[in-house]
């Protein structure tokens, strides 16, 4: 088994205890988005960034807010432009007396960053972005300054609208370890967020959320470090192996996923597996995240594309030829 060493059983529990009362939290506030609610919390709390895709209006930055909320952290808000500039967000050197500077901190320096419809930002600006989601620090002026601990990055994007936008880099896709897909709420849903706006809620106040803190940056911490001590079998290691390589010879894609799409496929499955309660990993866990660990990694083919072929379609084509290990 792959681990450096094992959790007992008080480790399992506290940790599923904090993750899934984190995961109700954003349950009460964010109606009818539990599968994206899930894959935000497992890539959270296997310190991954974040990128989400779907139509305005499905509550992708309140997602985001509640989070911080619910954690005690700190919420930073990117709205992105196109004359958005690198030091916008990642701060400056201000002259304060005759040759003396001082660092002003951009809004990078948060806990729980959302870059607002990120695609719409220039390549200068998603190049410093680039450097601060991989090395989780910035340098201005020759100067390195190391970011929050808890510093994670959501970026939401916009499927529909294209103008004015910037395609991110393949580069700059591959730092995030899930694209996650909110689509709109089924009716249920809508309907019972109809009647909590009746019953005083309120998007832009965040004292109407009736959210409750239930962990803080050290139990996060906490959970991170639990989860890097999930048991792997060596099976599931080279199923993880077989599945990302399967994606780089399907004739249905122009472009596989990368080797950092298996690590984060190894940490998603760890900190799936935590939140069920285990301290050991199982096919299940890498199956299902799969799709979020690698959508956003590959390229369809033009023609198919043309057909109307998406990426989860194309990927699952791949991914069916690699048997499940027993």
């Known amino acids: ?130 450097e601060a989601m991989q090395e989780r620090a910035v340098t201005v002026d020759g100067t390195t300054h190391p970011l929050s601990p808890a510093f994670t990055v959501f970026a939401t994007q916009n499927p529909i609208e294209y103008e004015g936008t910037y395609p991110l880099p393949e580069a700059e896709l591959d730092r995030f370890m899930v694209k996650v897909l909110v689509d709109y709420p089924d009716a249920a849903a809508e309907e019972g967020l109809l009647n909590r706006v009746l019953d005083g809620f309120e998007a832009q106040e965040t004292a109407s959320y009736g959210v409750q803190q239930v962990l803080d940056s050290e139990g996060l911490s906490r959970i991170r470090q639990a989860v890097r001590l999930v048991r792997v079998d060596p099976t599931l290691v080279r199923y993880i192996t077989l599945l990302v390589r399967s994606t780089r010879d399907s004739p249905a894609l122009t472009l596989g996923a990368s080797p950092r799409a298996s690590v984060a496929l190894l940490q998603l499955a760890q900190a799936s597996a935590l939140l069920a309660g285990r301290d050991y990993a199982v096919p299940e866990d890498i199956k299902l995240l799969a799709p979020a660990a690698m959508r956003h990694r590959i390229a369809v083919a033009p023609e198919l594309e043309l057909e109307g072929v998406s990426a989860d379609q194309a990927l699952g084509q791949a991914l069916e030829r690699v048997e499940i290990p027993q």
């Open 1 to 130: 088994m792959a681990g450096p060493s094992s959790l007992n059983p008080e480790q399992i529990e506290a940790a599923r205890a904090g993750a899934r009362a984190t995961l109700a939290q954003l349950g009460h506030i964010v109606l009818g988005q539990d599968a994206a609610l899930r894959e935000v919390m497992l890539a959270l709390i296997a310190r991954g960034h974040v990128l989400l895709e779907g139509p305005p209006g499905t509550a992708k930055t309140l997602l985001v807010r509640t989070l911080s909320l619910s954690l005690g952290l700190s919420f930073r808000r990117i709205q992105c432009t196109p004359d958005l500039m690198p030091s916008d967000v990642t701060g400056v050197n201000l002259l304060t007396g005759p040759g003396t500077f001082q660092f002003r901190p951009g809004p990078l320096f948060g806990d729980l960053i959302l870059g607002d419809e990120i695609n719409r930002a220039p390549a200068k600006t998603q190049a410093a972005l680039l």
